[in-house]
T-cell receptor
Framework: DAGITQSPRHKVTETGTPVTLRCHQT?????MYWYRQDPGHGLRLIHY???????DKGEVSDGYSVSRSKTEDFLLTLESATSSQTSVYFC??????????????FGPGTRLTVL | AQKVTQAQTEISVVEKEDVTLDCVYE???????LFWYKQPPSGELVFLIR??????QNEISGRYSWNFQKSTSSFNFTITASQVVDSAVYFC????????FGTGTRLQVFP
């Protein structure tokens, strides 16, 4: 199994508070991704990173920011959480040497509830 | 734009039945990759298979097999002699530069 951990695994927070989710990998993979999973939508890409300090937006990036200061860590921040951001968040990694070809391996997920 | 359609929202079978999960994809790219992932009740996403658009050979792995037909833009997944442990949500996905998922098919296998 790919070495990917996410923290916290569960979080309940209130509307308007900032929240940061962490993804940590031990595989030294170049690409890291954040997805959210919602019923009826499958998984949707929020942001991704193709290297330290190199990030780009995905399909549903509004209300989210990311940072990657080290190869192994990719942080997802909700600056001011809203109830619509209640979801399960998955981090993924891939070797990423040729965009679009790699297999993405997923972390265990973080269940976030915004009250 | 890429799109993946998994028209079967939920399938229920009895153990030992064969079951096929359908996946239809759309992409304008000639080079792309197709994937299947399994999400068991515990919630993690497990990679099952990757297929590139130039390789239309069917693949078999134990009780699992995949049928890729470029002419119909389909990449179907068959489980032979299903078992209770196969109960999960299965996602099909297509990747050219971003991985786009279908909405998943929930498979319930009853003893």
């Amino acid at each position: 199994d790919a070495g990917i951990t996410q923290s916290p695994r569960h979080k309940v927070t209130e509307t308007g508070t900032p929240v940061t989710l962490r993804c940590h990998q031990t595989e030294n993979h170049r690409y890291m991704y954040w997805y959210r999973q919602d019923p009826g939508h499958g998984l949707r890409l929020i942001h991704y990173s193709y290297g330290v300090k190199d990030t780009d937006k995905g399909e549903v990036s509004d209300g989210y920011s990311v940072s990657r200061s080290k190869t192994e860590d990719f942080l997802l921040t909700l600056e001011s959480a809203t109830s619509s951001q209640t979801s399960v968040y998955f981090c993924a990694i891939s070797e990423g040497w040729i965009v679009g070809t790699d297999t993405q391996y997923f972390g265990p997920g973080t269940r976030l509830t915004v009250l | 734009a890429q799109k993946v359609t998994q028209a079967q929202t939920e399938i229920s079978v009895v153990e030992k039945e064969d079951v096929t999960l359908d996946c239809v994809y759309e992409t304008r790219d000639t080079t792309y990759y197709l994937f299947w992932y399994k999400q068991p009740p515990s919630g993690e996403l497990v990679f099952l298979i990757r297929r590139n658009s130039f390789d239309e050979q069917n693949e078999i792995s134990g009780r699992y097999s995949w049928n890729f037909q470029k002419s119909t833009s389909s990449f179907n997944f068959t489980i032979t002699a299903s078992q209770v442990v196969d109960s999960a949500v299965y996602f099909c996905a297509v990747n050219t530069d971003k991985l786009i998922f279908g909405t998943g098919t929930r498979l319930q296998v009853f003893p």
